[in-house]
């Protein structure tokens, strides 16, 4: 295996809810109330569409906001990563992936294992530059079990639903994660921070039209069928965390650019480029009022004691 570089599963598409637009001659992201799966082919107006997002859409009015969809791995961690990621802006380079206490950092030593107080009490995460980032890859359809569509965020509302329903299926299946026919849905909610306008996260729900109970009913048999034909799902787990394990950062160059393009676009009034050198000591703070006749009275006792 070439060392230095994450295997990471196979990308058929990607789903987004959300897409790229021109306003004043940049290209912004701009969120959308559904779901689009494009290929992985670019053209100059954008991503081109998977075939599969048309016929997805039959049945659902135009609005495709839920993916029958299954999962690679029964670790739920394989399956969905999260981390805070900090990219250049200018080049699109990963340059810093932590996990609010560990971090691997691109410096002009190399990449080094350092401290990771989270982008509330980091420096170089000045202007969120730094931000929660989270990769699910899924199957959709038969045609390649081993073949998965991606969906990226740095929503807040979705990585934390995500997380936890892949850590509570996997309690409740009894380890069948990989098993479960799951359902990929958009959900909307309002907050205070939002104005009132819906925002909106995804979530995995049991595929529609079955009840829990049917549902795991459906993952034991499938368990059962692979282990008849010789599927071994753990040696599968295993493969995955030894390729993701095996770089230092999962997205690769050809992948950061549209990436920083889309999640981690520049804002007015900050750098783009992040200078990756320690922050300049802090200038010593004026003592306070009471600090000052603090200090005279102890040297006024400090006289008086020698006298």
């Not at 802006?89 to 609010?100: D, K, Q, Y």
């Not at 995804?202 to 499938?222: C, F, H, N, Y």
Request: proline share 7%.
């Amino acid at each position: 295996m070439l060392k230095g570089l994450a295997i990471t599963p196979p990308i058929l598409g990607r789903i987004s809810i959300g897409k790229l637009v021109e306003k004043n001659g940049k290209r912004l992201p701009e969120k959308d109330d559904q779901f689009t799966l494009t290929s992985q082919v670019q053209s100059r107006d954008g991503w081109l569409l998977h075939p599969l997002n048309e016929e997805l859409r039959n049945g659902q009015d135009g609005k495709l906001r839920s993916i029958p969809i299954r999962l690679l791995f029964n670790e739920p961690d394989l399956n969905f990563r999260a981390d805070y990621s900090l990219f250049d802006r200018n080049t699109g380079r990963p340059l810093c992936v932590g996990n609010g206490e560990t971090c691997k950092r691109l410096t002009k030593d190399g990449i080094q294992s350092l401290p990771c107080p989270s982008p509330d009490g980091c420096s170089l995460a000045q202007g969120s530059a730094c931000k929660p980032y989270g990769r699910l890859n899924m199957v959709i359809g038969d045609d390649d079990p081993l073949g998965s569509f991606v969906f990226r965020t740095t929503g807040y509302n979705s990585i934390r639903t995500l997380a936890a329903r892949l850590h509570y299926l996997q309690a409740i299946s009894g380890d069948r994660l990989a098993c479960l026919p799951l359902e990929l849905r958009l959900r909307g909610k309002s907050t205070r921070q939002s104005h009132g306008v819906p925002i909106f996260y995804v979530d995995i729900t049991v595929r529609s039209g079955l009840g829990m109970e049917d549902a795991l009913l459906a993952a034991k048999q499938l368990e059962e069928t692979r282990q008849a034909a010789g599927f071994d799902q753990s040696a599968l787990d295993q493969a995955a965390r030894q390729g993701f394990n095996n770089g230092a950062f999962e997205d690769t160059v050809e992948d950061t650019g549209a990436i920083v393009e889309e999640f981690f676009p520049v804002i007015e009034d900050q750098p783009s480029r992040i200078e990756l050198t320690p922050p300049p000591p802090a200038a010593p703070a004026k003592p306070s009022l009471a600090q000052k006749l603090e200090s005279r009275a102890s040297q006024h006792k400090s006289r008086s004691s020698v006298q």
